[in-house]
């Protein structure tokens, strides 16, 4: 059994402007992300903090998983889904298309020697 059996998609808003035309534009960075541990934590949230403010979702990320070597997360801005998507899209497009979409409120490296990983909080 793996310990890391999950996809996730990570979608990293990038906003530009050009400095001719002073015209702004957004594109999103895909990331599909193989081999994470995707951890809801909802009844923990309800039980020890209440709801509001609490991360309902932990993701964790090992620093050598399949598209970990390029991922760029801005917690706040960036958001993922469970599961593999290959389609750049906006976060108000994600959740009308998936039921599972998160926000990144956190990122944290973690390095236990031969497990090095992010642990991303998400709401």
Known sequence: MNMFPHT????????????????????????PVVGVLYAP??????????????????????MDASGAEALRMVPGKSFFVLGNVNIPMTYNQAEKTFTRVHRINTVN??????????EVGAN
Do not use: C, H, Q
Request: proline content about 5%.
């Open 8 to 31: 996730v998609t990570i979608f990293t808003p990038n906003t530009t402007t050009d400095p001719a035309t002073m015209e702004t534009r957004t594109e999103t960075e895909v990331f």
């Open 41 to 62: 934590t909802d009844s923990i949230a309800y039980r020890t903090e209440g709801k509001n403010g609490a991360d309902t979702v932990k993701l964790y990320i090992p």
């Open 109 to 118: 490296a973690y390095d236990f020697g031969t497990l090095r990983n992010w």
